[in-house]
C-alpha cells in the first residue's frame, strides 16, 4: 500500500476491524509505544465517538496528523495515520488533513457540500437584491421617467404640465417608457449592491475582530459596494440614458442602441462618466447602508427593539415572513425612505453631472469638471439640483420597497449570513 520510504512497520501491535491501529496499555511493547510522541492539537466530541485529532511522532520526526478514535469505551485508541513527506496529508477515507497537517477534519464530500451549499446561498442572496429592484423599480417607473426628462431634455415645464404632456402625447405606457431596460440595469447592481454590502461587512468585521459593525465599518462598507455594483453595471446605465434622449427611438432599442455606441465611439464610451459615477455612488452607498443600519441598530438595542426579537424568538417558525422582520414592515419602509433621501440629497449633483457627460458625443465631449462648470454657468447652482423634487419623490418609496422587499425575500429564500 505504501512504499517503502513511507510505512511505518509496526510489529506486535493488533490491528483493530476499524482499520486502524490499536494501543492499549496490554498491547504491543512499551518500547515501541514510548517511541510515538502523541500532541493534541484539537478535540472534540460528537454525539456518536470521541475524536481526537493528534500530530505524531516517531524517533523524533513528525510523520503527519493522526486521527484517533476511541474504540468500544474500553480504554484504547483507534489511530487513522496518514504518513506522507510532502505537504498536505490526505488519509485513507479521503480526508484532507491540509497543508503542512493542519487541523482539517472535514471530508472531501464535506467541503464540496460546503461550496455548493455557499454557491446557492450566494444565489440567493443575489436574486433577492434582483427581486427588490424589480419590484421597486416597476412601482416607481414613472417618477424615475419624469426625473430623466427633467435631467436628460432639460424640461421647464411644471410637474403637473409635464404629467399632462406625457399622458397626452403617449399614453399611460408613456410613463412606463424604458422600464424593461430600467429593470435590466438595476436588478443586476442592486443584486450586486446589497450582497457586496453585505459581504464587505462581514469581512471587515473579521478583519477588525468586532461582534458588529461600527459605524464606520458601515460606511466603508457601502462605499465599496456602491464602487463594486457601478463598475459592473455603468455601461446598461449608460445605454439606458442613450436611449432615453431625444432622437434614441430611432436607434433601434437595447441591441441598436449597444451597435451604434460601440460603432461611433468605441467599447469605452459604454464607461462614460465613470469617474462622478464612482464618486457619486462612493458616498451614496456608504450613506444609503449606513444610515439604514444605523438606525437599525439603534432600535434593535432600544428596549422595544429586544423586546420584539425575544418575541420573535418564542414564536419561531409559527409566524409568517413579514412577522419575522426584525424591524417589521413599516419601519423597514420608514428606515429604507430615510436612508434613500439621505443618500440622494447628498450626491444628486454627481448624478446631473454624470447623465450630461453620458449625453456628450465625442466631437463635443468634455471632462466632469468642466461639464459641472457648463451646467453652472448655463442654469446656475440650481441646475445641478434639477429635477431632485421627482427624484426625490422617486427614491423614497423606491428606497422603502427595496429594502422591504429584500429583508422579506432573504427570509423566504432561507438566505444565510453572509
Known amino acids: 500500500m505504501y512504499s ?39 478535540c472534540f466530541v460528537d454525539k456518536n465517538e470521541n475524536v481526537c485529532l493528534v500530530s505524531c511522532s516517531l524517533g523524533g520526526q513528525t510523520l503527519g496528523p493522526v486521527k484517533s478514535r476511541r474504540s468500544g469505551g474500553k480504554g484504547g485508541w483507534v489511530l487513522s495515520v496518514s504518513l506522507s513527506r510532502e505537504e498536505g496529508y490526505v488519509g485513507d477515507s479521503g480526508e484532507d488533513w491540509g497543508q503542512n497537517g493542519d487541523n482539517n477534519l472535514e471530508t472531501v464530500e464535506e467541503v464540496k457540500e460546503k461550496k455548493e451549499s455557499g454557491a446557492l446561498n450566494t444565489t440567493k442572496h443575489l436574486w433577492a437584491g434582483a427581486v427588490a429592484a424589480m419590484v421597486s423599480r416597476t412601482f416607481i417607473a414613472p417618477l424615475e421617467r419624469l426625473k430623466l426628462e427633467y435631467i436628460v431634455r432639460g424640461e421647464k415645464k ?30 443586476p447592481f442592486k443584486a450586486i449592491n446589497f450582497y457586496a454590502y453585505d459581504i464587505y461587512r462581514s469581512q471587515l468585521l473579521k478583519l477588525y475582530g468586532n461582534k458588529e459593525a ?6 466603508l462598507a457601502g462605499a465599496a459596494a456602491g464602487i463594486t ?38 467599447f469605452f464610451s459604454l464607461y462614460k462618466g465613470l469617474v462622478p459615477s464612482i464618486i457619486s455612488m462612493a458616498p451614496s452607498g ?23 426579537i425575544l418575541d420573535m424568538k418564542q414564536g419561531g417558525q409559527e409566524l409568517n415572513a413579514f412577522e419575522q422582520l426584525e424591524l417589521g414592515p413599516v419601519r423597514t419602509l420608514l428606515y429604507g425612505a430615510i436612508a434613500g433621501a439621505c443618500s440622494e440629497a447628498a450626491t ?71
Open 286 to 308: 456608504a450613506v444609503f447602508y449606513g444610515v439604514y443600519d444605523i438606525l437599525k441598530s439603534a432600535y434593535l438595542h432600544s428596549p422595544e427593539g429586544r423586546k420584539r
Open 348 to 418: 444628486y449633483p454627481f448624478e446631473v453631472v454624470r447623465r450630461h457627460l453620458q449625453m456628450q458625443v465625442r466631437a463635443t465631449k468634455l471632462g466632469a469638471l468642466a461639464t459641472c462648470v457648463k451646467i453652472v454657468q448655463q442654469g446656475g447652482i440650481s441646475a445641478l439640483y434639477a429635477g431632485l423634487i421627482p427624484s426625490l419623490l422617486q427614491v423614497l418609496p423606491s428606497a422603502a420597497i427595496s429594502y422591504l422587499v429584500y429583508e422579506f425575500m432573504k427570509i423566504v429564500l432561507k438566505v444565510e449570513p453572509a
Open 158 to 187: 411644471s410637474l403637473i404640465e409635464l404629467i399632462k404632456w406625457i399622458a397626452a402625447s403617449e399614453g399611460l405606457k408613456g410613463f412606463w417608457k424604458g422600464n424593461f431596460l430600467n429593470i435590466l440595469r438595476t436588478a
Open 4 to 42: 517503502a520510504d513511507r510505512c511505518l512497520f509496526v510489529d506486535s501491535i493488533r490491528v483493530s476491524r476499524q482499520d486502524g491501529l490499536f494501543l492499549s496499555d496490554k498491547t504491543g511493547p512499551s518500547s515501541f509505544v514510548s517511541s510515538i510522541s502523541l500532541k493534541t492539537q484539537k
Open 214 to 219: 461600527t459605524n464606520s465599518e458601515m460606511f
Open 229 to 266: 455594483a457601478t463598475l459592473l453595471c455603468l455601461p446598461m446605465d449608460t445605454i439606458r440614458t442613450v436611449m432615453v434622449a431625444p432622437g434614441g427611438e430611432a436607434l433601434g432599442g437595447l441591441i441598436g442602441a449597444f451597435r451604434h455606441m460601440i460603432q461611433t465611439e468605441g
